[in-house]
C-alpha cells in the first residue's frame, strides 16, 4: 500500500522549477507532504483532501486527482533551502497513513 | 511550545536487551504516532493513539513491540527482546485530532542494536 514517488532523485539550480508526483494503488481519501532535511525530522507541507483541490504554501503547491489516485507537489523557483528529501503519505481514510519513499532534491546555486 | 520530545536521542544497546523509547506530545494535541525510519523500508507507521487508546496498530512489526500511552502527555515504545534488524530512527509524532491533521514529529531517537 506504499505510494509511489517519482523521480526518486533530482538536482536543480536555483530558481527552476520542478514536479514531484505520487501514485498509489488504493483509493484515496487524504494526500500529506512533507520535507525532510538530512538528520532531522519530517516537517509538514501541506495535506490535500479527496475533492481534487489544489493548496499552495509560498512557492510550494501541490494538487490531487482523486480519480487516477495521484497527487503532484510542485516547487517553483526553487531555493537552496528548498533541498531535502519530500516524502507523500496516503491515506485511504480509515486511520491509516502510508508514506512513500521520497524524492531526493537537491538545489545547487 | 516546546514540540514533541523524545528520550533518548541516540541508544546503543545488545542484542536480546529491552529498549524503551519515550515520547511527549505537544499539549493540546489528541493524536500520537509512531513511525520507524530506515533506508531500506522508508518511513513506516507503527501504531497511532487516539485520546490516548490505541486506534491503529497494524504497523507494529512483531509482538516484541508494544506501545503504551498511560496519559495525554506521555508514551512508551519498548522493544522486547531487542535485535540487530530494529536498528532504525524512531520518530514520535503529535497532531491535534487525528490521521488528516497536520502531524508535528519530534527528534527521533536513533536505535543501534548490536
Known amino acids: 500500500q506504499q505510494p509511489v514517488q517519482s523521480p526518486q532523485a533530482v538536482i536543480l539550480r536555483e530558481g527552476e522549477d520542478a514536479v514531484i508526483n505520487c501514485s498509489s494503488s488504493?483509493?484515496?481519501?487524504?494526500v500529506h507532504w512533507y520535507r525532510q532535511k538530512h538528520g532531522e525530522a519530517p516537517v509538514f507541507l501541506m495535506i490535500?483532501?479527496?475533492?481534487?483541490e489544489q493548496k499552495g504554501h509560498d512557492k510550494i503547491s501541490a494538487s490531487f486527482n482523486e480519480k487516477k489516485q495521484q497527487s503532484s507537489l510542485y516547487l517553483t523557483a526553487s531555493q537552496l533551502s528548498y533541498s531535502g528529501t519530500y516524502f507523500c503519505?496516503?491515506?485511504?481514510?480509515?486511520?491509516?497513513?502510508?508514506f512513500g519513499t521520497g524524492t531526493r532534491l537537491t538545489v545547487i546555486p | 511550545d516546546a514540540g514533541v520530545i523524545q528520550s533518548p536521542r541516540h541508544e546503543v544497546t545488545e542484542m536480546g536487551q529491552e529498549v524503551t523509547l519515550r515520547c511527549k506530545p505537544i499539549?493540546?494535541?489528541?493524536?500520537l504516532f509512531w513511525y520507524r525510519q530506515t533506508m531500506m523500508r522508508g518511513l513506516e507507521l507503527l501504531i497511532y493513539?487516539?485520546?490516548?487508546?490505541?486506534?491503529?496498530d497494524s504497523g507494529m512489526p512483531e509482538d516484541r513491540f508494544s506501545a503504551k500511552m498511560p496519559n495525554a502527555s506521555f508514551s512508551t515504545l519498548k522493544i522486547q527482546p531487542s535485535e540487530p534488524r530494529d536498528s532504525a530512527v524512531y520518530f514520535c509524532?503529535?497532531?491535534?485530532?487525528?490521521?488528516?491533521?497536520?502531524?508535528?514529529f519530534g527528534p527521533g531517537t536513533r536505535l543501534t542494536v548490536t
Open positions: 488504493k483509493a484515496l481519501y487524504s
Open positions: 493513539f487516539n485520546n490516548n487508546v490505541p486506534i491503529d
Open positions: 499539549s493540546g494535541h489528541n493524536s
Open positions: 490535500l483532501l479527496k475533492g481534487g
Open positions: 509524532a503529535s497532531s491535534y485530532s487525528g490521521v488528516d491533521y497536520e502531524q508535528y
Open positions: 503519505g496516503t491515506g485511504g481514510g480509515a486511520n491509516n497513513l502510508f
